[in-house]
C-alpha cells in the first residue's frame, strides 16, 4: 500500500476508533466547548492532565480558579469547595447557574484589582492560574496557597509565563508538565502542575 494511501486509511481510522474518538476529541472540536465523550464539561487543560488530576483529585479539596468556564463545572461537581473569579459579569453568572461553583465577580482593570477578591479566601489545597494576569496569579498563588497546596497553570508552553515559572521554581517550587492535545482547540498545549514537598497530589 502507497504512503498516501496508508495515511488516508489511518485518518479515517482515528475518528472513529482511535485516542481522538475515545477521549471526545471530534465532538468538542465541532461544538467549540470543552467537553467529554459523555458531552460532559472538561477543563481546557490537556488531556494527559486531565486524567492524571482526575485519579488523585480529594472530594475535601478547597480549590480557587482565576478565570471560570467548563473548568469550574468539572471541578465544582468533584470537590467540596471550588471558587472561582470572574471578570466578565455576564459569563460569571451563566457560570454560576449551570454549577456549584461560588463565582466570585471581579474587576480587569488591573492586575492587582483583578486578584485582590481571592485574597482573603485563601487556604486553598488547589490555585488555578487559567484567566487574565497570569503571571501576577502565580506569585499571588504563594500566598493563597496552604503548605500542601499546588497550582496548576494551563497554557504554560507561552513565553510570557516563562518568568513567573521561574520565580515559583526560585521559591522552592518543582514542575510536572503535560503537554499534548486539548479539548476544541488543534494544536497541543501544556497544563503544568507546579508543587513543593508533601503535596495533597502525592508527588
Known amino acids: 500500500m502507497m504512503a498516501w494511501m496508508r495515511k488516508l486509511l489511518a485518518r479515517a481510522e482515528i475518528t472513529s476508533s482511535g485516542y481522538f474518538d475515545h477521549i471526545g476529541w471530534f465532538e468538542t472540536r465541532a461544538r467549540g466547548r470543552a467537553l467529554d465523550r459523555h458531552g460532559e464539561p472538561i477543563p481546557w487543560f490537556t488531556y494527559p492532565a486531565i486524567a492524571y488530576l482526575d485519579e488523585r483529585i480529594d472530594s475535601s479539596w478547597r480549590v480557587l480558579e482565576f ?8 471541578w465544582s461537581q468533584r470537590v467540596e469547595k471550588h471558587i472561582a473569579l470572574e471578570h466578565d459579569a455576564a459569563w460569571a453568572a451563566l457560570v454560576a447557574r449551570s454549577g456549584n461553583a461560588r463565582v466570585v465577580a471581579t474587576s480587569d482593570a488591573d492586575a492587582q484589582s483583578y486578584i ?3 485574597l482573603p479566601l485563601g487556604p486553598f489545597d488547589v490555585v488555578i492560574v487559567d484567566g487574565l494576569f497570569r503571571t501576577e496569579c502565580l506569585a499571588a498563588s ?4 496552604a503548605a500542601d497546596g499546588v497550582i496548576l497553570l ?5 513565553h510570557e509565563y516563562a518568568a513567573g515559572i521561574e520565580a515559583l521554581h526560585a521559591a522552592g517550587f518543582r514542575q510536572i508538565a503535560f503537554h499534548g492535545p486539548q479539548p476544541v482547540s488543534k494544536h497541543a498545549g501544556c497544563t503544568t502542575v507546579l508543587y513543593r514537598s508533601g503535596n495533597v497530589l502525592g508527588i
Open 67 to 74: 478565570g471560570s468556564g467548563m473548568g469550574t463545572l468539572w
Open 116 to 118: 485582590a477578591p481571592a
Open 142 to 145: 504563594r500566598d493563597l496557597l
Open 154 to 158: 494551563d497554557d504554560a508552553q507561552r
